[in-house]
Structures are given as structure tokens and as C-alpha cells.
Nanobody, 127 residues
Framework: QVQLVESGGGLVQAGGSLRLSCAAS????????MGWFRQAPGKEREFVAG????????YYGDPAKGRFTISRDNAKNTVYLQMNSLKPEDTAIYYC????????????????????WGQGTQVTVSS
């Protein structure tokens, strides 16, 4: 069983920045592929960013490219999402997710590719 706890969400003005954190339980965090997703009201959950086991590979969804950066600290069992130049359309609940089953550390972009999810943290960007 893996527990994921997100933090760092809040209210920010357009153009501002936030850094989300996701703390994971488990002794083998370095073997988890980690992802960030978001879900706005009335919309499907969408892929934001993902990172391979040791952070050697990162992948971003279109809304995140050029503005968000995913990173991880395996010593702290934590994955981060640095979000810059935030826009009102970034308003959503942000979830981190862990994929424990990939044998090659490949980042997946679909929700079905992840085994565990956090409870989410609200990000609200005002115009």
C-alpha cells in the first residue's frame, strides 16, 4: 500500500507561481514512476507531467509545457511540481499518482496507468 499526500495548493493571481509537493510512503519510492494530473469542474482528469524513477526522463502535457517543471527527491520520497506563469485556466484540483508496475520506468499519460492516487490539492488562479 502506498500513500500519497499533496500539499502546496492555494489561491494565486494570474502570472504567479506555486510549488506543489507530493510525499509518498513506501521504501521503494525510487522505483515508482510519478505523475501529476489535474481535474477542473465538469472536465475529465488530464495529464500534467510525469517523471521516471530517477528523474532522468520527464514528460509534460500540452498545458504544462514551458511553464511547469516536475522534479523528485528520492531521498525525501517527494515529487514536486513547480508551476510558473499561472493562468486562470490552470484552476483545478491537482493530484499526484504513482505507477508501481512499469518495468522500464516509462511515464504514462493516462489515468489508468497509475496504481495509487493522492487526495488532491486545490489550485485557484484569479484573473
Amino acid at each position: 500500500q502506498v500513500q500519497l499526500v499533496e500539499s502546496g495548493g492555494g489561491l494565486v493571481q494570474a502570472g504567479g507561481s506555486l510549488r506543489l509537493s507530493c510525499a509518498a510512503s513506501g521504501r521503494t519510492f525510487s522505483s515508482y514512476v510519478m505523475g501529476w494530473f489535474r481535474q477542473a469542474p465538469g472536465k475529465e482528469r488530464e495529464f500534467v507531467a510525469g517523471i521516471s524513477w530517477r528523474g532522468g526522463s520527464t514528460y509534460y502535457g500540452d498545458p504544462a509545457k514551458g511553464r511547469f517543471t516536475i522534479s523528485r527527491d528520492n531521498a525525501k520520497n517527494t515529487v514536486y511540481l513547480q508551476m510558473n506563469s499561472l493562468k486562470p485556466e490552470d484552476t483545478a484540483i491537482y493530484y499526484c499518482a504513482a505507477d508501481l508496475s512499469d518495468l522500464f520506468g516509462v511515464v504514462k499519460t493516462s489515468t489508468g496507468g497509475y496504481d495509487y492516487w493522492g487526495q488532491g490539492t486545490q489550485v485557484t488562479v484569479s484573473s
